[in-house]
T-cell receptor
Framework: AQSVTQLGSHVSVSEGALVLLRCNYS??????LFWYVQYPNQGLQLLLK??????LVKGINGFEAEFKKSETSFHLTKPSAHMSDAAEYFC?????????????FGAGTRLAVHP | NAGVTQTPKFQVLKTGQSMTLQCAQD?????MYWYRQDPGMGLRLIYY???????DKGEVPNGYNVSRLNKREFSLRLESAAPSQTSVYFC?????????????FGNGTRLTVT
């Protein structure tokens, strides 16, 4: 069965610093991996996704993630944090069975950005 | 674009009361989902529906029922609310097809059961 582990429930960075949010997955089949972002009092929005092909995936707002099969990881990075990046971030793996796309989410990492 | 609309936004119930959370999407998606979000636990799937007339249990279905009323609407019912059901509930929809199709989420319903 697929599962996702996010390391660090809270991450704090300075504005302009590198953002690194860690995600490891477990999957018995080639995984489809996602990062979603949740701003306060809102639903989740897709940030980026990995399906097949290029292992470095670029998303919205300057975020990117690299799929590393050997490390079963899909860490999210952004070179320079902005105050508007403060949000909760969820890594997810797609569990596709019976024609249904179900997402298995990690517990989330709350990113704080301070001046 | 409305996307996925959930009502109500907030609700307070007493233990044992019942209520229905409503969800509608205007993107012509086939699949719809109900998740609950609890601190430190991420989102957990309660029920999902691949198409009209079909529903299936997710990870945490106990205490809930669902109805896929038509292609647009997917409701979640709590028959006898319990404090353990205090949570934020999210409805989502997606195209049925390739497994890489993203989910589109509503803004959530914040439910407190006292």
């Amino acid at each position: 069965a697929q599962s996702v582990t996010q390391l660090g429930s809270h991450v704090s960075v300075s504005e302009g610093a590198l953002v690194l949010l860690r995600c490891n997955y477990s999957s018995s089949v080639p995984p489809y991996l996602f990062w979603y972002v949740q701003y306060p009092n809102q639903g989740l929005q897709l940030l980026l996704k990995y399906t097949t092909g290029a292992t470095l995936v670029k998303g919205i707002n300057g975020f990117e993630a690299e799929f590393k099969k050997s490390e079963t990881s899909f860490h999210l990075t952004k070179p320079s944090a902005h105050m508007s990046d403060a949000a909760e971030y969820f890594c997810a793996v797609s569990s596709f069975s019976g024609g249904y796309n179900k997402l298995i989410f990690g517990a989330g990492t709350r990113l704080a950005v301070h001046p | 674009n409305a996307g996925v609309t959930q009502t109500p936004k907030f609700q307070v119930l007493k233990t044992g009361q019942s209520m229905t959370l409503q969800c509608a999407q205007d993107m012509n998606h086939n699949s719809m989902y109900w998740y609950r979000q609890d601190p430190g636990m991420g989102l957990r799937l309660i029920y999902y529906s691949a198409s009209e007339g079909t529903t299936d249990k997710g990870e945490v279905p106990n205490g809930y029922n669902v109805s896929r009323l038509n292609k647009r609407e997917f409701s979640l019912r709590l028959e006898s609310a319990a404090p353990s059901q205090t949570s934020v509930y999210f409805c989502a929809s997606s195209d049925m097809g390739p497994p890489d199709s993203p989910l589109h989420f509503g803004n959530g319903t914040r439910l407190t059961v006292t």
